[in-house]
Antibody, heavy 124, light 111 residues
Framework: QVQLQESGPGLVRPSQTLSLTCTVS??????????WTWIRQPAGKGLQWIGR???????SYNPSLKSRITMSVDTSKNQFSLRLISMTAADTAVYYC????????????????WGQGTLVTVSS | QSALTQPASVSGSPGQSITISCTGT?????????VSWYQQYPGEGPPQLII????KRPSGVSHRFSGSKSGNTASLTISGLQAEDEADYYC??????????FGTGTKVNVL
C-alpha cells in the first residue's frame, strides 16, 4: 500500500520561505508511470494545483505561483519537496502531496494516493 | 489557468439521481479526455479519486458514480443518492503543458 506523508513547519512568518517534504513509502517513486504533485486547500475553500515533478526532475508549476516555487525530488530517499518563497497570509492552507499517473497501468492525470495534509499558517 | 466552474451546491433526496457539472474551456476539458472527479468529506482529510479519464471508475468505487463529458463540460452523476454521499466534490482536468486545474467544488446535500 502506497503511503505519502507531508512534513514541515506549521507556522511560517510573512515574507519567509516554506519548505515541505513528502515521504513516499510502500513503493519506489521510480517504479511505474507516476509523477508527484503538490496541492493546497485554504480553509473552507477549494483545491489548488501547485505543481508536479517527475522522478527525472522535470517540473511543471501553476502559472500563478511559478515565480515563487521550486520543486525537487530525491529518489534515494523516496522523497520530493516543495519550496515556496515570499509567503503571505494568502498562502495559509492545508498542503497535500499526491501521486499522479500517466501511461499504461496508471490512472492517467489523476491522483490516486494522497498524504493526510499538513496545515501551514502564515502569521507573524 | 482559471479554475473549472462547478455549481456551489446540489441537493437531492435519498434514492434520487443528481448531476454535477464542471465547465472548462477548449484549453482543458474540451481538448483532453482527462477529467477526474474527487470526493472529500469536509474536515476529514484528503479527497478520494472516484472517476478518472472522464468516465472510468477506480477499483472499489461504487457503480452509483458515473462520469461523462460533452464539449467543454464534464458531468458527474450520482445515482441512488445515499446519506453517505453528502460531501464535497471536485473535478479536475489536464490543461496541457503538463499543467492541471481543479474545479471550484460542489457541496452535495442529501435532503
Amino acid at each position: 500500500q502506497v503511503q505519502l506523508q507531508e512534513s514541515g513547519p506549521g507556522l511560517v512568518r510573512p515574507s519567509q520561505t516554506l519548505s515541505l517534504t513528502c515521504t513516499v513509502s510502500g513503493a519506489s517513486m521510480s517504479s511505474g508511470s507516476y509523477y508527484w504533485t503538490w496541492i493546497r486547500q485554504p480553509a473552507g475553500k477549494g483545491l489548488q494545483w501547485i505543481g508536479r515533478i517527475f522522478t527525472s526532475g522535470t517540473t511543471s508549476y501553476n502559472p500563478s505561483l511559478k515565480s515563487r516555487i521550486t520543486m525537487s525530488v530525491d529518489t534515494s530517499k523516496n522523497q520530493f519537496s516543495l519550496r515556496l518563497i515570499s509567503m503571505t497570509a494568502a498562502d495559509t492552507a492545508v498542503y497535500y502531496c499526491a501521486r499522479g499517473g500517466y501511461g499504461a497501468g496508471a490512472y492517467h492525470a489523476s491522483h490516486d494516493y494522497w498524504g493526510q495534509g499538513t496545515l501551514v499558517t502564515v502569521s507573524s | 489557468q482559471s479554475a473549472l466552474t462547478q455549481p456551489a451546491s446540489v441537493s437531492g433526496s435519498p434514492g434520487q439521481s443528481i448531476t454535477i457539472s464542471c465547465t472548462g474551456t477548449s484549453s482543458d476539458v474540451g481538448t483532453y479526455n482527462l477529467v477526474s472527479w474527487y470526493q472529500q468529506y469536509p474536515g476529514e482529510g484528503p479527497p478520494q479519486l472516484i472517476i478518472y479519464e472522464n468516465s472510468k471508475r477506480p477499483s472499489g468505487v461504487s457503480h452509483r458514480f458515473s462520469g461523462s463529458k460533452s464539449g467543454n463540460t464534464a458531468s458527474l452523476t450520482i445515482s441512488g443518492l445515499q446519506a453517505e454521499d453528502e460531501a464535497d466534490y471536485y473535478c479536475s482536468s489536464y490543461a496541457g503543458s503538463n499543467a492541471e486545474v481543479f474545479g471550484t467544488g460542489t457541496k452535495v446535500n442529501v435532503l
